[in-house]
């Protein structure tokens, strides 16, 4: 059965546009709340959300639909999604919302579902739940419509957690950190976490207005971030994006450090004092060449999935690692999370910081990177990736890269372009196979 809603991270669209309606909402949370209503217990899912003006709409309407089929709600208002995945599991619910879009505009918005593990959905849940959405979804007798309340300590909750993360014996007495919330789900948890442990936080990205997440700011614009750690004179920045489960890092210098850096100084670090399980770590096909060949070097794995984190987890989970992520900066570290969490993350970085007393831009650099480069294609419809010339680009470009490079070409899970990923040691080349690729499949697309 093909998907109509769930795309790589739950539902995702403009507000207001089918499908992230208040109508599509409220069926979700009539289906979701039906397929998860398993023995005579009272239900209870709980819900989180980011700081987006449309997260009014989209919670009373999941409400109306989860109290409509009798299950109870309970409430946390803002709060990371890593959070919504974690109380969903301690507060013994049956299921967990999360309501965001992540690092996308104000305008768009999304619901993400968490199962009783804390564990993102797998493909054959959220199939069923599709299929709920097309037919008539009976409501409960009158006397079970489910009650909800809103919990005022769900921050307080994940702070301390958060906090467990960091070795007990190590404190951030004498760190100045720069901390980017996004003005998104963590503007009050990630500065309080690192004021609680110690550091001088000077934080940004933490006055939401309803229309500012993710707006010049965050871990997909990190000027901000960059501009105000070097006037700061910090030693080390954190971004996280708009409902916190990714994370980039910024030295002393200003200097971005993405995902793969910090997945190979955490998955060191775990080898060096013997808690990395797995030989290595997970990440995608779009990680850097250099991740894969700096891992081999000191005697690990990586293991490659497709685009997504909710696939990184799967092959961890299957695999027993306790690291993965995405060069984006989606981490995942299994010992304390069930899904990415940026501020859990953003805790092993600093650890390394303290231990090692060396400044941001020694510890953060792991490896060397190769050449790489990604574009994208926008098209209208059609298959262009199925196109005679576009095979025949691809194949010559694969023939070309062979032993010195890798090819990733990949439609969207969420927007109608392709990606064209290429990298290997020589920068022209790859440059030059991009732009053949990109030409053919324009072309193609016309």
């Given at each position: 059965?093909?998907?109509?809603?769930?795309?790589?991270d739950g539902i995702r669209g403009r507000t207001n546009q089918w499908p992230m309606t208040a109508e599509l909402a409220m069926k979700v949370g009539m289906a979701a709340g039906k397929h998860f209503q398993r023995g005579t217990h009272r239900h209870?899912?709980?819900?989180?959300?980011?700081?987006?003006?449309?997260?009014?709409?989209?919670?009373?309407?999941?409400?109306?639909?989860?109290?409509?089929?009798?299950?109870?709600?309970?409430?946390?208002?803002?709060?990371?999604?890593?959070?919504?995945?974690?109380?969903?599991?301690?507060?013994?619910?049956?299921?967990?919302?999360m309501i965001s879009a992540s690092h996308n505009p104000y305008f768009d918005n999304g619901i993400k579902l968490f199962g009783p593990d804390g564990y993102k959905l797998s493909d054959e849940d959220e199939l069923k739940i599709e299929a709920m959405?097309?037919?008539?979804?009976?409501?409960?007798?009158?006397?079970?419509?489910?009650?909800?309340?809103?919990?005022?300590?769900?921050?307080?909750?994940?702070?301390?957690?958060?906090?467990?993360?960091?070795?007990?014996?190590?404190?951030?007495?004498?760190?100045?950190?720069?901390?980017?919330?996004?003005?998104?789900?963590?503007?009050?948890?990630?500065?309080?976490?690192?004021?609680?442990?110690?550091?001088?936080?000077?934080?940004?990205?933490?006055?939401?207005?309803?229309?500012?997440i993710n707006d010049q700011c965050g871990s997909t614009a990190p000027h901000l971030l960059q501009e105000t750690v070097v006037a700061s004179g910090a030693d080390i920045g954190i971004a996280l994006d708009g409902d916190a489960d990714r994370l980039?890092?910024?030295?002393?210098?200003?200097?971005?450090?993405?995902?793969?850096?910090?997945?190979?100084?955490?998955?060191?670090?775990?080898?060096?004092?013997?808690?990395?399980?797995?030989?290595?770590?997970?990440?995608?096909?779009?990680?850097?060449?250099?991740?894969?060949?700096?891992?081999?070097?000191?005697?690990?794995?990586?293991?490659?999935?497709?685009?997504?984190?909710?696939?990184?987890?799967?092959?961890?989970?299957?695999?027993?690692?306790?690291?993965?992520?995405?060069?984006?900066?989606?981490?995942?570290?299994?010992?304390?999370?069930?899904?990415?969490?940026?501020?859990?993350?953003?805790?092993?970085?600093?650890?390394?910081?303290?231990?090692?007393?060396?400044?941001?831009?020694?510890?953060?650099?792991?490896?060397?990177?190769?050449?790489?480069?990604?574009?994208?294609?926008?098209?209208?419809?059609?298959?262009?990736?199925?196109?005679?010339?576009?095979?025949?680009?691809?194949?010559?470009?694969?023939?070309?890269?062979?032993?010195?490079?890798?090819?990733?070409?990949?439609?969207?899970?969420?927007?109608?372009?392709?990606?064209?990923?290429?990298?290997?040691?020589?920068?022209?080349?790859?440059?030059?196979?991009?732009?053949?690729?990109?030409?053919?499949?324009?072309?193609?697309?016309?």
């Amino acid at each position: 059965m093909s998907r109509k809603y769930f795309g790589t991270d739950g539902i995702r669209g403009r507000t207001n546009q089918w499908p992230m309606t208040a109508e599509l909402a409220m069926k979700v949370g009539m289906a979701a709340g039906k397929h998860f209503q398993r023995g005579t217990h009272r239900h209870r899912v709980v819900i989180g959300k980011d700081t987006r003006l449309s997260g009014y709409m989209v919670e009373n309407a999941l409400v109306a639909g989860f109290t409509a089929v009798g299950m109870d709600v309970v409430q946390f208002g803002p709060i990371p999604t890593p959070a919504v995945a974690l109380l969903a599991h301690s507060m013994r619910a049956d299921l967990g919302v999360m309501i965001s879009a992540s690092h996308n505009p104000y305008f768009d918005n999304g619901i993400k579902l968490f199962g009783p593990d804390g564990y993102k959905l797998s493909d054959e849940d959220e199939l069923k739940i599709e299929a709920m959405l097309e037919q008539e979804i009976p409501p409960a007798a009158s006397q079970d419509i489910g009650r909800a309340r809103r919990v005022e300590d769900a921050r307080g909750r994940y702070i301390h957690a958060v906090k467990s993360s960091f070795p007990a014996d190590l404190r951030l007495d004498g760190l100045k950190i720069v901390v980017d919330c996004a003005n998104g789900a963590a503007y009050q948890v990630a500065p309080s976490a690192l004021w609680e442990l110690g550091a001088e936080v000077v934080a940004v990205g933490v006055t939401p207005n309803g229309i500012n997440i993710n707006d010049q700011c965050g871990s997909t614009a990190p000027h901000l971030l960059q501009e105000t750690v070097v006037a700061s004179g910090a030693d080390i920045g954190i971004a996280l994006d708009g409902d916190a489960d990714r994370l980039i890092v910024v030295d002393e210098h200003g200097t971005i450090v993405d995902g793969d850096q910090i997945m190979a100084l955490i998955a060191g670090n775990f080898a060096r004092a013997g808690t990395l399980r797995g030989g290595g770590l997970v990440a995608t096909v779009m990680s850097n060449l250099g991740l894969e060949r700096f891992l081999i070097g000191q005697g690990m794995a990586l293991e490659r999935t497709k685009v997504g984190d909710r696939y990184v987890l799967e092959r961890m989970r299957e695999g027993g690692f306790n690291v993965g992520g995405e060069q984006s900066g989606h981490m995942i570290l299994s010992d304390y999370a069930t899904t990415g969490d940026g501020t859990v993350a953003a805790l092993q970085v600093l650890a390394a910081l303290v231990r090692s007393g060396r400044p941001a831009s020694e510890v953060l650099h792991q490896f060397d990177p190769v050449p790489q480069l990604l574009k994208n294609v926008r098209f209208s419809g059609g298959k262009p990736l199925e196109h005679e010339d576009v095979k025949r680009v691809i194949a010559q470009a694969e023939a070309e890269l062979s032993g010195s490079g890798r090819l990733v070409i990949r439609p969207s899970g969420t927007e109608p372009v392709i990606r064209v990923m290429a990298e290997g040691d020589r920068e022209e080349q790859v440059k030059d196979v991009v732009e053949r690729i990109c030409d053919a499949v324009a072309k193609a697309a016309a």
